[in-house]
């Protein structure tokens, strides 16, 4: 039940995207169009999952208790390792989609919600399940904040009646500001 509670939270009570405001940066770039968000999310959420798992590992380990000093920096060392795991994998299989993502492939490395997610794993003192869940929970929750802001930002590049200066990013930011406040709604469920 545990884990059910931590994936339900982390997907929409505690969303990253929109809840902490983590991972904007990807959110506002990648969204144009809902196919490239999709394969932004497939790679994020590998990379968080295995990442959870793997710094949990790494922490439980080999850290504690005399090297939790190196924390960040050995987190940042495996997430660094599976984002070129992950890049060299779409470089051969999906090139249209590694030209799709562009710069923000490479880019996971520094989306401060993989360590984020990785680092709250640890301080929350979670089981190695417990950190797969969070790890899962967090990343479908981007994904399915990056494909929301994407399809709403497709209909919005539609529209005539948009202003000039508000198309873009600033539309985007707005959408997510909306979404945030749609996203609260589930802040007293699982708590």
């Not at 996971?108 to 640890?122: D, E, H, P």
Request: proline residues 3%; glycine residues 8%.
């Amino acid at each position: 039940m545990e884990f059910i509670r931590i994936l339900f939270v982390t997907i929409f009570v505690n969303n990253y995207v929109l809840a902490q405001f983590l991972g904007i940066c990807p959110s506002a770039g990648i969204t144009t169009k809902v196919e490239t968000a999709l394969g932004m999310g497939a790679a994020v959420t590998f990379v968080i999952v295995l990442a959870s798992a793997a710094t949990w590992l790494l922490d439980y380990y080999i850290l504690q208790p005399n090297l939790v000093f190196l924390r960040t920096v050995a987190f940042i060392l495996v997430i660094a390792t599976l984002v070129q795991v992950v890049e060299m994998f779409l470089k051969k299989s999906a090139p249209g989609l590694y030209n799709a993502l562009g710069i923000y492939l490479p880019l996971i490395t520094t989306n401060c919600i993989v360590l984020g997610v990785a680092l709250l794993n640890i301080q929350s003192e979670y089981t190695l399940l417990n950190s797969i869940a969070s790890g899962l929970g967090a990343s479908l929750g981007f994904m399915l904040a990056i494909v929301l802001l994407a399809a709403i930002r497709e209909r919005i590049a539609s529209a005539e009646n948009i202003p000039a200066s508000f198309r873009g990013v600033p539309a985007a930011l707005v959408t997510l500001g909306l979404m945030s406040m749609a996203f609260s709604g589930f802040a007293g469920m699982f708590q």
